[in-house]
């Protein structure tokens, strides 16, 4: 089983960049797929989730209105689109898998798959 991030780099306040989140070697059709970010020093937290079958979304409240998750089944990947991005967004996103009848998707220890992360830095 692989999740595989890509897509993070430097752009500045205001820009848009979109992570990709290549999942592999299971049937993910009952799990949920989740963003988290972590900034150095800080813990990991919740930035969105999506459940793979149905496409029902959760946003944290700091990134909702300019971030979106969106998933493809033909190509096994999810997305997160930032748009607006402002430099407290800058950390390493990690995308997670679940089982999608998780209680308390919002919590990073419910996630049983990680990806690597992939760092995005936001410039003023």
């Known amino acids: 089983v692989q999740l595989q991030a890509s897509g993070g780099g430097l752009v500045q306040a205001g820009g848009s960049l979109r992570l990709s989140c290549a999942a592999s070697?299971?049937?993910?059709?009952?799990?949920?797929m989740g963003w988290f970010r972590q900034a150095p020093g800080k813990e990991r937290e919740f930035v969105g989730n999506?459940?793979?079958?149905?496409?029902?979304?959760d946003y944290a409240d700091s990134v909702k209105g300019r971030f979106s998750i969106s998933r493809s089944s033909a190509k096994n990947t999810v997305y997160l689109q930032m748009d607006s991005l402002k430099p407290e967004d800058t950390a390493v996103y990690y995308c997670?898998?679940?089982?999608?009848?998780?209680?308390?998707?919002?919590?990073?220890?419910?996630?049983?798959?990680w990806g690597q992360g992939t760092l995005v830095t936001v410039s003023s």
């Open positions: 997670g898998a679940a089982f999608a009848t998780t209680w308390g998707p919002r919590d990073p220890s419910k996630y049983e798959y």
């Open positions: 070697g299971r049937t993910w059709s009952n799990y949920l």
């Open positions: 999506i459940v793979w079958t149905g496409g029902i979304t």
